[in-house]
């Protein structure tokens, strides 16, 4: 199999493969854009043996995507578990809408970004402000 250096960065990380495979499993089956782009591609379980197999299929998500499925297009879960919305001016080039990219977290991606932003292994001084 021709492979490319994405893919051997990828299978290079411990259980890489298998993470990529259940992020891919989970995007087919919870998110509407990507239930609706693996609906024909990728119709059985996604194994690491099927991203090994059809790992250059895998299509690109464009700039466009993003913008004509603004704002919830990409959950992958339901609008009831969002406990924190936010959005930033950006540059995202829409010029048929808003050009604010939204940011969607459930209480377990909050509790995870504060133990990696706050983690004993940054060694932050207690007089540190850390800025969002």
Known sequence: MKTQPAFDRISAVPDG???????????????FF???????????????ELVKENFL??????KEDVIR????????????NIALYCESTGTSG????????ASFYT???LARDAERRFSPDLK???????AN
């Open 17 to 31: 493969l298998k993470r990529l495979a259940n992020a891919l499993e989970k995007a087919k089956n919870d998110s």
């Open 57 to 62: 299929l895998l299509p690109f998500t464009s």
């Open 34 to 48: 990507y239930k609706r782009l693996f609906r024909k591609r990728l119709r059985e379980t996604v194994t690491e």
């Open 124 to 130: 932050l001084p207690s007089e540190d402000i850390v």
């Open 107 to 109: 209480k377990s991606d």
């Open 69 to 80: 499925n603004y704002p919830d297009g990409f959950l992958s879960t339901d609008i009831k």
């Open 94 to 101: 829409n010029t048929i809408g808003s050009t604010k990219s």
